[in-house]
């Protein structure tokens, strides 16, 4: 198999900006635009990789900060990396821990200068009380499982993500938590941009130095909040660098569906065309056709499977019970129910399963229950944007966003 990266533009929509690709990865080609399944903890919850593969998924996403704390980047290297570690064997992508850290501390997060201690700090009694500190060096943090205390720098997080070893990796970034003020957006952005250029020389040492990994790719990430002039910088900015790919971040943090299209009309302009673009924390199915519809080419999302928990099952806008494209199975309406989650879906789950029996196993908490919503709404997801790439490929992508939307 080809060891090297590369990204292939395939076709380009007539009226909007959605793309057609293929990423070459060391571990097999993902044809875009492509849902990528997100395996926080080197899985995805309730499903085997056997699953996933049936389900349709081509690229697998790791989470860097929980696999550092369990069972860390050493034991999984040991193993040989994240998909033999977890037994995948399709394509990988690990970020960089930057979003959890900071989601996890959102409330306690402190700009925090070590040579003017007091004046930066919040009012409370004393320093360890702090979730993550953050400077210019990077961010300390204290574990969500125990409290002890970890620091991620640039440097540290490509370390990390090298041990792991994804086939595409991604810079350390602030994302901004929502709202923010301009000016902390700016900041935030600013510091971005630095952890970017520090991680991309990182990375580029240990390709050349070390050779850990070095068919490894690695994406920069644009932030700037709901700010248009931060998010054409960064854009700007970011694509300026040299780097395998570019991931947009910090649209998925509490912002209206409305902000996060409008940052996506406006980095896209400055976005090179002949590198893989990926949008950082997307999956319900009108944001998958706003993304694809503005040119991105892969969206990661934990959606189908935290709605499959939830007994929310993803269908067809007609078949829809309130909200859209989705069926609450723990409705009692669904009780004695005959038919299947969605008749135009062809995934074992609804060849062989009914609402009732489904809506039964919610109600009496088996965990069986999880499993069929999960593996039945990744493969409805997986399948739309197989039904939207082959919408593109046909020059009828508008006609299928019509019917969806």
């Given at each position: ?174 994302c901004a938590p929502y709202p923010s003020d301009h000016a902390y957006t700016q900041k935030a952005m600013e510091r971005t941009h630095n952890w970017a250029q520090r991680s991309l020389a990182e990375f580029k040492v240990q390709n050349e130095k070390f050779k ?194």
């Amino acid at each position: 198999m080809d060891s090297s990266f590369q990204f292939k533009l395939l076709k380009k929509d007539s009226t909007t900006k959605a793309r057609v690709g293929e990423i070459h990865t060391p571990h097999g080609v993902i044809q875009t635009p492509a849902f990528v399944a997100v395996g926080t903890r080197a899985t995805v919850r309730s499903l085997t990789p056997e699953d996933l593969k049936d389900t349709g998924v081509q690229l697998l996403f790791g989470n860097t900060y929980h696999l550092h704390l369990r069972p860390g980047e050493d034991l999984v290297q040991d193993f040989g990396g994240l998909g033999k570690f977890m037994r995948w064997d399709g394509p990988t992508i690990t970020d960089s821990g930057g979003f959890q850290v900071f989601s996890f501390g959102q409330k306690k997060v402190v700009d925090f200068d070590p040579s003017n201690h007091a004046r930066n700090l919040p009012d409370q009694e004393e320093d360890d009380a702090l979730l993550v500190k953050i400077n210019e060096d990077g961010v300390e943090f204290r574990s969500h499982i125990d409290g002890s205390k970890h620091f991620f720098s640039p440097e540290e997080s490509i370390g990390i993500q090298k041990k792991l070893g994804a086939d595409i990796i991604l810079c350390f970034d602030e994302c901004a938590p929502y709202p923010s003020d301009h000016a902390y957006t700016q900041k935030a952005m600013e510091r971005t941009h630095n952890w970017a250029q520090r991680s991309l020389a990182e990375f580029k040492v240990q390709n050349e130095k070390f050779k850990v990994n070095p068919h490894q790719a690695l994406y920069g990430i644009v932030q700037g909040g709901v700010y248009k002039d931060l998010r054409e910088e960064s854009a700007k900015f970011i694509s300026s660098l040299d780097f395998d790919g570019i991931a947009v971040g910090g649209v998925s943090v509490g912002e209206s569906k409305d902000e996060m299209r409008k940052a996506l009309q406006w980095v896209h302009p400055f976005l090179p065309e002949q590198k893989p673009r990926h949008l950082l924390g997307i999956g319900e199915i009108d944001d998958i056709f706003a993304g694809v519809e503005y040119g991105m080419d892969t969206f990661d999302c934990v959606i189908p499977t935290r709605f499959g928990r939830y007994g929310i099952v993803f269908v067809r806008p007609e078949e829809s019970d309130g909200k859209p494209y989705r069926v609450d199975l723990m409705r009692t309406i669904y009780a004695e129910d005959k038919r299947p989650i969605s008749k135009y879906c062809t995934c074992y789950v609804c060849k062989k399963y009914t609402r009732a029996y489904l809506h039964h196993l919610f109600r009496v908490k088996e965990l069986l229950a999880y499993r069929l919503a999960s593996y039945h709404n990744m493969y409805f997801i997986n399948h739309l944007v197989e039904n939207i790439r082959q919408s593109i490929l046909n020059g009828k992508f508008e006609d299928l966003k019509k019917q969806w939307l």
